[in-house]
């Protein structure tokens, strides 16, 4: 660590490390890192592991409800999936010398964040089919880049992800085309969920370039590959085509392509409600919290038996 060296030093070994980064060579957990590389990546991959495992909670709310068995046993394949990317990715953080149990505190106290979109409520069935194309869409926008980022673990943590992210967006948009091609009703439902779910699936690639201030280091040091903005408008282009494919309107009145960017122009983000989400202040923010800690506190005789077992057969 930092604290054991002089500041020639670490001067010294930071040139290195970014000469190292700019080689593209990967980082690998054994190797020397700025603390606040360590910082930084413990940060991000801390809260992009408490949105997976949060994540389960809006669409956990329909599996009871879900209209017929098959689309029950896609979604419960699909939360199960997210259970085990909240598993992966706290494995990855946890080689940067915090143990989960710390991390899991750090969101149970409300000192940890996790994705605004698990903040909204889900009102009805065309809402499994808008998270699993638009918020699936968008993890997949923002992983791919990720899995080319510059720590070994959480590059590699996100091949497998995106794999499975796949089958999520594709079985979303399934059920969005299967509603736009049935009843009256069923097609105000799919636009009612795109209306409700557009614009937070645009806040969760966070704010503006300009106004994130952890995007310098992220940059710098290759964690992040795309800027904030550059990933939101890359998923704009992909996803306006495919809701017009299946007759969905995208809720913004400035949604228009420009044939000089080659990219769609679009209507400014509520920042006040994106701001007022990630305060605490959303739909659901306090249900999902109460529904983590309630979790947490059930499964403690989960934990403690499977610590008696190991320290019993020295595991
Ligand atoms: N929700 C909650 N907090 C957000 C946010 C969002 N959508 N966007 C930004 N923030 C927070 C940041 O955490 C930061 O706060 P902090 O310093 O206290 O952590 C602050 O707002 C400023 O934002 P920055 O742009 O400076 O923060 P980052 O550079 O970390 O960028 C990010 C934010 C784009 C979310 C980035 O952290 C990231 O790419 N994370 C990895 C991917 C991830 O976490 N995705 C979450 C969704 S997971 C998912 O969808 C699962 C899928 O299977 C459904």
Same mark, same amino acid.
């Given at each position: ?18 000469? %190292? ?7 690998? *957990?054994?190797?020397? +890192? ?37 689309? %029950? ?6 939360? #199960?999936?997210?259970? =085990? ?11 940067? =010398? ?33 998270? =699993?194309?638009?918020?699936? @869409? ?33 079985? @979303? ?7 736009? %091609?049935?009843?009256?009703? #069923?097609?105000? +439902?799919?636009?009612?969920? +795109? ?11 966070? *704010?503006?370039?300009?106004?994130? *201030? ?7 040091? $290759?964690?992040?590959? #795309? ?21 969905? $309107? ?32 959303? *739909? ?5 919290? $109460? #529904? ?6 059930? =499964? ?14 020295? %595991?």
């Amino acid at each position: 660590m930092e604290n054991q060296l002089t500041a020639e030093e670490i001067t010294k070994r930071e040139m290195e490390f970014d000469a %190292k980064i700019a080689k593209g060579i990967v980082v690998e *957990p054994k190797d020397w +890192m700025p603390d606040r590389y360590r910082k930084q990546l413990l940060r991000m991959m801390s809260q992009h592991a408490h949105s997976e495992v949060v994540g389960m909670l809006p669409e956990g709310n329909w599996l009871t409800r879900a209209p017929s068995l098959m689309r %029950k046993a896609v979604l419960l394949a699909k939360i #199960q999936d997210e259970a =085990g990317h909240g598993l992966y990715i706290y494995s990855a953080a946890e080689t940067l =010398g915090t143990d989960r149990a710390e991390m899991i505190d750090q969101l149970l106290s409300g000192h940890a964040k996790y994705s605004s979109i698990f903040n909204y409520p889900t009102l009805n069935w065309a809402d499994m089919g808008a998270i =699993g194309w638009l918020v699936d @869409g968008a993890a997949i926008v923002n992983q791919t880049v990720l899995a080319k980022c510059s720590y070994g673990p959480y590059s590699r943590a996100m091949v497998r992800i995106c794999k499975e992210e796949n089958f999520h967006n594709k079985q @979303g948009y399934q059920i969005m085309a299967y509603l736009m %091609k049935g009843t009256k009703e #069923q097609q105000e +439902m799919a636009q009612d969920a +795109m209306n409700r779910f557009w614009w937070p699936s645009l806040m969760m690639f966070g *704010p503006h370039d300009t106004n994130s *201030p952890n995007s310098g280091d992220l940059m710098k040091w $290759k964690v992040k590959l #795309q800027t904030n903005d550059d990933l939101r408008q890359r998923f704009i282009d992909r996803t306006v085509p495919q809701a017009e494919a299946i007759g969905l $309107k995208i809720p913004d009145p400035d949604l228009k392509w420009n044939p000089q960017t080659r990219h769609y122009d679009f209507g400014e983000i509520n920042w006040e409600e994106f701001n007022n989400v990630i305060k605490g202040n959303g *739909p659901c923010n306090r249900l999902r919290m $109460k #529904q983590r800690r309630d979790a947490h506190e059930n =499964g403690a005789w989960v934990r403690s038996a499977a610590l008696a077992y190991a320290e019993k057969h020295g %595991k």
